[in-house]
């Protein structure tokens, strides 16, 4: 597993590759994506959706807030990453 | 003018001294030396994460800073997987993959504290299901959060 906490503004390109427009968002293998801080138990069910591939809606394990909602998020500067 | 007051040195000198366990090393990646500037490259973000490291490894003696170019060590860029600066690997004896890229200040000043306290002490505070659940996963993961300072 790698994990890399990326500097939004500093790193545009990598940014603007993943469409970040609040942050924090949380980008798995470049392909599963969420904004902002979700519930451990959620966390780890999307890193699974990522891994195990389309389709398969993961396993929820410890958690009981409805899966899918996002946490709190902070729009980034407008004007910023938007080409 | 040093990044960190006085009060807060001490601060993180103490958390430091009760809750790190291995030594941890910081390998900061930076721009080009020799006035070669290529694009995209901010030698300001650069020198300034480099004071900041240099300030926070003087904390504890568990924590120590090595300085890589990202050309002139470009083996050791590859081996860590660095390709933009600046940037930091943070290894405890086993490299457990984390990274960070970019200036850690304002809010994110703590996310170092925290990575380096982590990695220092070989676990991350999960509850047992997450673990075996993570466990479970049949290939790799890629994390990418990204972040502003504010």
């Given at each position: 597993m790698r994990a890399e906490i990326v500097e939004a503004t500093e790193f545009p390109d990598l940014a603007r590759r993943f469409n970040?427009?609040?942050?924090?968002k949380t980008v798995i293998n470049g392909t599963h994506e969420f904004v902002g801080a979700l519930p451990e138990p959620h966390f780890v069910a999307a890193v699974a959706r990522a891994v195990g591939g389309?389709?398969?809606e993961g396993e929820v394990v410890g958690g009981d807030a409805t899966p899918g909602a996002e946490g709190e998020s902070t729009p980034l500067d407008p004007g910023r990453n938007h080409e | 003018m040093p990044f960190l007051n006085p009060q807060d040195a001490e601060t993180i000198r103490r958390r430091f001294a009760s809750d790190l366990e291995a030594p941890v090393r910081l390998l900061l990646f930076l721009p080009a030396t020799g006035g070669l500037a290529l694009p995209g490259e901010d030698w300001e973000i650069a020198e300034y994460t480099r004071r900041i490291l240099t300030e926070v490894a003087a904390l504890s003696d568990k924590v120590t800073l090595e300085e890589y170019g990202l050309l002139s060590h470009a083996a050791a860029a590859s081996r860590y997987g660095i390709?933009?600066?600046p940037a930091i690997v943070f290894l405890a004896?086993?490299?457990?993959?984390v990274r960070y890229l970019g200036m850690p200040a304002g809010y994110e000043f703590v996310t170092l504290l925290e990575v380096i306290i982590a990695v220092s002490r070989g676990r991350?505070?999960?509850a047992e299901p997450s673990r075996a659940a993570l466990a479970r996963l049949p290939g790799e993961v890629h994390l990418q959060v990204f972040v502003t300072p504010t």
């Open positions: 970040v427009y609040a942050v924090p389309e389709g398969d | 390709e933009q600066v004896g086993h490299d457990y993959g991350a505070e999960l």
